[in-house]
C-alpha cells in the first residue's frame, strides 16, 4: 500500500522559507517522475513543481520559478520543496503527488499516488 506523508507546513511571514517534505512508503521515488500541488480555499488545485528522476528533471510554474526547489533523497525516499522568498499569495494546503503518467507534469490528472496535505499560511 502506497501512503505519501507531508510535513512541513506552517505560519510564516512574507519573506521567509519552509520547506516541504514528503516521505513514501510502499513506493520507491527512485526513476518516477513526482510533483507538489496547491490549492487555495475557493481555488482550483495547480501543480507548482515536479521532477522526474532519472536524469534530476525540473519544471515549475512561473509564479514559483527562482524561489521553489523540488528535489528528492534516494536514501530517505523522500521528496522535497524548499520554498524562500514566500509570498502571501502562497498561502494554499499543499499537496505532493507520485507516479505520473506524462512524465514531468503540472497537471493533477497525471497523478496516481496523493498525500493528506499540510497547509502553508504567509502573512504580510
Known amino acids: 500500500q502506497v501512503q505519501l506523508v507531508e510535513s512541513g507546513g506552517g505560519s510564516v511571514q512574507a519573506g521567509e522559507s519552509l520547506r516541504l517534505s514528503c516521505a513514501a512508503s510502499?513506493?520507491?521515488?527512485?526513476?518516477?517522475?513526482m510533483g507538489w500541488f496547491r490549492q487555495a480555499p475557493g481555488q482550483e488545485r495547480e501543480g507548482v513543481a515536479t521532477?522526474?528522476?532519472?536524469?534530476?528533471?525540473?519544471y515549475y510554474r512561473d509564479s514559483v520559478r527562482g524561489r521553489f526547489t523540488i528535489s528528492t533523497d534516494s536514501a530517505k525516499n523522500t521528496l522535497y520543496l524548499q520554498m524562500n522568498s514566500l509570498k502571501p499569495e502562497d498561502t494554499a494546503m499543499y499537496y505532493c503527488?507520485?507516479?505520473?503518467?506524462?512524465?514531468?507534469?503540472?497537471?493533477?490528472?497525471?497523478?496516481?499516488?496523493w498525500g493528506q496535505g499540510t497547509q502553508v499560511t504567509v502573512s504580510s
Open positions: 503527488a507520485a507516479e505520473s503518467t506524462y512524465g514531468l507534469s503540472l497537471e493533477s490528472s497525471a497523478y496516481k499516488y
Open positions: 510502499g513506493y520507491t521515488y527512485s526513476s518516477k517522475c
Open positions: 521532477i522526474c528522476t532519472t536524469y534530476s528533471h525540473t
